[in-house]
């Protein structure tokens, strides 16, 4: 029994001892792995302050060829601008230099003409002169009126004619005048006669055939109205009443275009003609049918019914006002016309001050990057590995 508790003593004992053993190799276990975890610790706070190196020091490299890449095409863009400066002063010089030989021609051709004017002056000056001449020695005599004889001028005063009137107009009342007189005195007195612009027709007219029935011919090829006479039926059969116009100024303007339409019609015919087209050009067409059924001979009769018709349709709608419609068509399409020009040098400028502009906003959009800040202090202009300041377990941690 004895030997048997020596045993068990024993055997404990030594479970003892085998335990503490086995505390002693977890414990020195523990202090490998804690040691060996710190290593690892260490390794990788060097590996990462290296890669952060690494990347700081890449960013500084990326930057600096961002920097220098910007500061070339910033070369590049002003070249280019004073390229185009150049570019646009010699343009404008050379518009100046053809503006000044544009201007030289103009007034080289100015002087010609002017010159040219001037001596025809002069020689009309001179055939007028020539011409009062003749008419004074042949106005010295007495208009002598008999019976079977032919009369001759005496100063008798010729109205004179400058274009800007009728030529019918002028040639019935030179026709009163001369009425008696020979056909050379006639014409002699109808080219004393011409003023201004009239005295060029006489330039068409050879010397030798100058007489009074080619003078009048001539004169009636430009300021007469009988090759207007188509225009003027043309422009009668087109003719409305217009909204703003009343049924008085309508008559007279259907009375003088029929008279100039028809010059050489009966006094019938006209009227006839003048009542048709005031009642087919007549803005309200009730008035026209009633003017119709009244068949009136004369367009003064016409006018006045056309009239009293159109008192009694406003009294009968009160005192209300019709009101007149107008339309700004061709206004509105002038002030869209009328838009200012600019010339060329303004065009290019306004070109490169857009270019200018956008240069510069791209600029300042390039430059808004983020500025480079430092890990450990906390301050912009470096990074970590450059900071002056001694790294501390503070900022060490913030760096993990």
Avoid at 8 to 16: D, P
Avoid at 35 to 45: I, L, R, T, V
Avoid at 242 to 249: G, P, V, W
Wanted: hydrophobic share 30%.
């Amino acid at each position: 029994m004895e030997d048997s508790m020596k045993q068990l003593m024993e055997m404990l004992s030594a479970m003892k001892a085998s335990q503490e053993e086995m505390k002693e190799d977890m414990k020195r276990g523990q202090e490998e792995m804690k040691a060996s975890q710190e290593e690892m610790k260490e390794e990788m706070k060097t590996g990462q302050e290296e890669m952060k190196d690494k990347f700081e020091v890449s960013q500084e490299k990326l930057d600096e060829k961002l920097q220098n890449h910007q500061m070339q095409l910033r070369k590049e863009l002003k070249g280019m601008q004073v390229k185009v400066q150049d570019d646009l002063q010699e343009m404008k010089t050379t518009i100046e230099e053809c503006t000044d030989k544009f201007d030289a021609k103009l007034r080289e051709f100015e002087e010609v003409v002017e010159d040219e004017i001037n001596q025809v002056k002069e020689e009309m000056n001179k055939k007028i002169e020539d011409l009062e001449t003749k008419f004074t020695q042949l106005s010295t005599t007495a208009l002598i009126k008999t019976e079977g004889t032919v009369t001759t001028p005496s100063k008798v005063k010729v109205p004179t004619y400058d274009g800007k009137v009728s030529w019918n107009t002028y040639l019935r009342q030179f026709e009163a005048v001369a009425r008696n007189w020979r056909e050379e005195d006639k014409a002699t007195s109808l080219i004393a006669a011409l003023r201004g612009e009239a005295l060029e027709v006489l330039r068409t007219i050879p010397e030798a055939s100058s007489n009074y029935a080619t003078l009048t011919s001539a004169l009636e090829r430009r300021y007469g109205d009988a090759h207007l006479q188509h225009v003027y039926q043309a422009q009668l059969r087109s003719r409305r009443q217009r909204f703003e116009e009343t049924l008085q100024q309508y008559e007279a303007d259907i009375s003088r275009m029929v008279n100039l339409a028809y010059p050489t019609a009966p006094a019938e015919v006209i009227e006839q003609l003048s009542v048709s087209s005031f009642i087919e050009g007549l803005r309200d067409p009730e008035i026209g049918q009633l003017v119709r059924l009244a068949r009136h001979k004369t367009i003064s009769e016409a006018l006045a019914q056309a009239l009293e018709i159109e008192a009694a349709k406003q009294a009968s709608r009160g005192t209300r006002k019709i009101r007149q419609v107008k339309t700004y068509q061709y206004q509105d399409r002038e002030r869209k016309l009328q838009r200012p020009s600019k010339n060329l040098v303004d065009s290019i400028k306004d070109v490169l001050e857009k270019f200018t502009d956008g240069q510069n906003s791209e600029d300042s959009t390039t430059n808004r990057r983020r500025p480079i800040r430092c890990w450990i202090c906390g301050v912009e202009g470096h990074v970590r590995s450059r900071c002056p300041q001694p790294p501390t377990e503070q900022n060490q941690g913030n760096a993990n």
